[in-house]
């Protein structure tokens, strides 16, 4: 059982930055591809961004160029630096991890408003 524990929603205005933040239990950064998902109300959960075990990243068209996703082995962590933040990035981020199963955490709120 794999548990994902994010961090660093809350509150930005437009055109602001956030970074969130994914500790997963045990060794599982690098070794499993791991991605963010957003959902907001009345809307499906879609994918912004992942990253294999090799490093390779993937984007939605959304967010190319705004939002990057890393990893540090080192502090088995995932991150998504999110730049230029606009209004319909409003939404629950939610971190997964593909290890067999697929795994979630129990998402971050992130919230684009003036």
């Known amino acids: 059982q794999v548990q994902l524990v994010e961090s660093g929603g809350g509150l930005v205005q437009p055109g602001g930055s956030l970074r969130l933040s994914c500790a997963p239990s045990?060794?599982?950064?690098?070794?499993?591809?791991m991605g963010w998902y957003r959902q907001s109300p009345g809307k499906q959960r879609e994918l912004v961004a992942t990253i294999t075990s090799g490093g390779n990243t993937n984007y939605a068209d959304s967010v190319k160029g705004r939002f990057t996703i890393s990893r540090d082995h080192a502090k088995n962590t995932m991150y998504l630096q999110m730049n230029s933040l606009k209004p319909e990035d409003t939404a629950v981020y939610y971190c997964?991890?593909?290890?067999?199963?697929?795994?979630w955490g129990q998402g971050t709120q992130v919230t684009v408003s003036s």
């Open positions: 045990g060794s599982i950064v690098g070794r499993y591809t």
């Open positions: 997964n991890v593909n290890a067999g199963p697929n795994y």
